[in-house]
């Protein structure tokens, strides 16, 4: 069949399932699901698809199987590798799930809920706070991004020291598989030993074995007292003995801990309304810290201001800012929070989303700046991350007056010495950010080739026709 009519049954076979509004193909309302939101990527595509049931898109799927149309899921279009951009072919789909944003059920005795796979995050944090529970995965993005691709890329994010990853807050899925047959684990049960765990293949896999349509999860009590501190602490080394005094003598309240350089509140002060310098010096290394509890008695503060004081008397801190009331503690998470925004506003940049054992934290920093400030006087290193998880976001920024396409044109030597020091320390060349389409054949360099040959067969026996989001993680097949 000659392309065009192709293209045009296709389309026909689209409106059949789901009507006309809910297939886009005008320039005007496609665009934006056509580039990822760092703008690496800007793709094309046969049709953006806008299903609204879970038998829309098993149909919907059964449909690409048989015409080997390749499908990219779509959730938010926050994430940060380019995994829900289509390639530049216009022969793919955009799989939106935006519009499957119910809350099936929620259950506060079961302590869990289920949800489609188009909530928004911060919408599933209000439903459990509803019924006075807690669903503590929390991004930057969570205003935006959905549980679906939450699952997908395996986020971290603020609370992963305390509560773990998406991952660790999945009690069961409804997976359409590339063919269109629905697969449903969404039992509410925290004991299952009833053979291979299918449900976690999809964890983690960028859409490239199946859409995920809806998820049951896990909550957790909602805290009631919290403690934060804005504290200056005298190196890396000194925030890494900090957490574990933190834990050992909190009774392992530690909810947040986030390593902050002093670059990152110079860019943010200067560049994001609003945000203010929480110390009165300048430091190189600052943390920010947050205890929570979901007792209401427990005295925080104090715990966190002892803590913080003999952290002081054996030379860790260099100072400290314990949040007075909710206007300070917001003003601490509105400077973290502002990083991305603010390396954005600084000009072009290049991210490594890195993850080391704890303790070899030190290390990599020492080794790595030093080799960076050698090598790359045009960089400026903004390392700023969820130290509590042993994970960075390793980032360069174009010194100002640098040329930025020299500086992008570098970005090759840089990626690889970073992601060689990590692989040696026996770290991880994506902590939370996944694969997508950016880091293919950095995933090929570094994953041992039996894993990779498990990759492969995984996704041939379950995608055998390769649409599933071609070319991510994988080269496609
Ligand atoms: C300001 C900011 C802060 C951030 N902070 C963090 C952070 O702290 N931790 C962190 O881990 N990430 C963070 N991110 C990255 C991003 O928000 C996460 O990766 C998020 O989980 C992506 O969700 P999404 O709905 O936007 O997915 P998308 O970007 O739409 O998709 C991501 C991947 O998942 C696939 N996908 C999406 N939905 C489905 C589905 N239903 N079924 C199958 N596949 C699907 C897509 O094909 C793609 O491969 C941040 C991003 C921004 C912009």
């Not at 886009?24 to 094309?44: F, I, N, S």
């Not at 909602?222 to 804005?230: E, K």
């Amino acid at each position: 069949m000659p392309p065009a009519v192709a293209d045009k049954v296709a389309l026909a076979g689209f409106r059949r399932i789901l009507g006309d509004d809910a297939v886009l193909v005008d320039r005007g309302a496609t665009a934006p699901y056509l580039v990822d939101q760092r703008r690496l990527y800007e793709g094309k595509a046969l049709a953006v698809l806008r299903p609204s049931t879970v038998e829309q898109v098993s149909q919907l799927l059964a449909f690409c199987h048989g015409t080997r149309i390749g499908v990219v899921p779509q959730g938010g279009n926050t994430g940060y590798c380019g995994g829900a951009t289509p390639d530049d072919s216009g022969l793919q789909v955009v799989l939106s799930l935006g519009r499957m944003d119910r809350v099936r059920s929620i259950d506060p005795v079961n302590y869990s809920m289920v949800a489609e796979a188009g909530c928004i995050l911060a919408n599933l944090q209000q439903a459990a706070l509803q019924v006075d529970r807690y669903f503590p995965l929390s991004l930057g993005s969570e205003g935006s991004c959905q549980i679906g691709g939450n699952l997908s890329t395996n986020a971290g994010g603020l609370n992963v020291v305390r509560y773990g990853m998406a991952r660790d807050q999945l009690l069961g899925l409804e997976v359409v598989l590339a063919d269109g047959r629905v697969l449903s684990t969404l039992g509410e049960l925290r004991k299952d030993n009833t053979g291979y765990d299918l449900k976690s293949l999809f964890v983690g896999a960028e859409g490239t074995l199946g859409v995920i349509s809806a998820a049951s999860l896990k909550l957790a009590p909602r805290p009631r007292a919290q403690a934060t501190a804005f504290v200056a602490v005298r190196n890396v080394a000194a925030a890494v003995d900090l957490l574990n005094l933190l834990r050992e003598t909190s009774g392992d309240r530690v909810s947040s801990f986030e390593l902050i350089p002093n670059i990152a509140i110079e860019l943010t002060t200067r560049h994001i309304a609003g945000v203010v310098q929480p110390l009165a010096g300048e430091y190189a290394w600052c943390v920010l810290c947050e205890l929570t509890s979901s007792r209401a008695a427990d005295d925080l503060d104090a715990m966190l201001e002892s803590a913080l004081s003999d952290a002081m008397d054996g030379g860790l801190l260099e100072d400290a800012a314990l949040a007075q009331n909710e206007r300070q503690r917001a003003a601490f998470w509105r400077l973290r929070e502002s990083i991305p925004a603010a390396q954005r506003l600084e000009g072009p940049s290049l991210k490594h989303d890195v993850a080391l054992p704890i303790g070899a934290l030190p290390r990599f920093v020492a080794q790595a700046s030093e080799w960076i400030a050698a090598h790359f006087p045009q960089a400026v290193l903004v390392a700023y991350g969820h130290v509590g998880d042993g994970n960075l976001h390793f980032n360069v920024n174009a010194r100002r007056g640098a040329d930025p396409v020299a500086f992008v044109a570098s970005a090759d030597a840089l990626r690889h010495h970073v992601h060689d020091l990590v692989n040696s320390l026996g770290g991880s060349i994506s902590a939370e950010h996944g694969i997508g389409r950016l880091k293919v054949d950095e995933l090929e360099r570094y994953a041992p080739a039996l894993e990779l040959e498990l990759m492969r067969s995984i996704k041939s026996a379950l995608d055998p026709n390769g649409i599933m989001n071609p070319g991510k993680v994988l080269k496609a097949i």
